[in-house]
């Protein structure tokens, strides 16, 4: 699905499993050796983890106040993590 979308096309997909010859689940080379064969490419998850990672914004900035402390007055910003919908807070 993810592929999908990041080739623009509709966000669809279809989930099946690599077997070897003597019926167990093929492994990355057992995986690469049949793609050579059938001239087909691989892209595995930890890939497309990398992808997103270094190309999308990894958090949104939800507000932006002042805030006065002993010192100075800061401005505060308030982030939220896409991934896991935490909150952060920095002070500038």
Sequence with gaps: VDLARLAGARPSGVFCESMND????????????????????ICPIADLIKFH????????????????????????????SKRDGQDQVALV
Excluded at 22 to 41: M, V
Excluded at 58 to 64: G, L, P, S
């Design 22 to 41: 003597n019926g167990t689940t093929s492994r990355r080379p057992g995986l690469k050796t049949s793609a050579r064969r059938r001239g087909l490419k």
């Design 53 to 80: 990672s270094t190309r999308e914004k990894q958090v949104e900035r939800i507000e932006v106040a002042k805030g006065p402390t002993d010192f100075s007055e800061f401005d505060l910003f308030r982030y939220r």
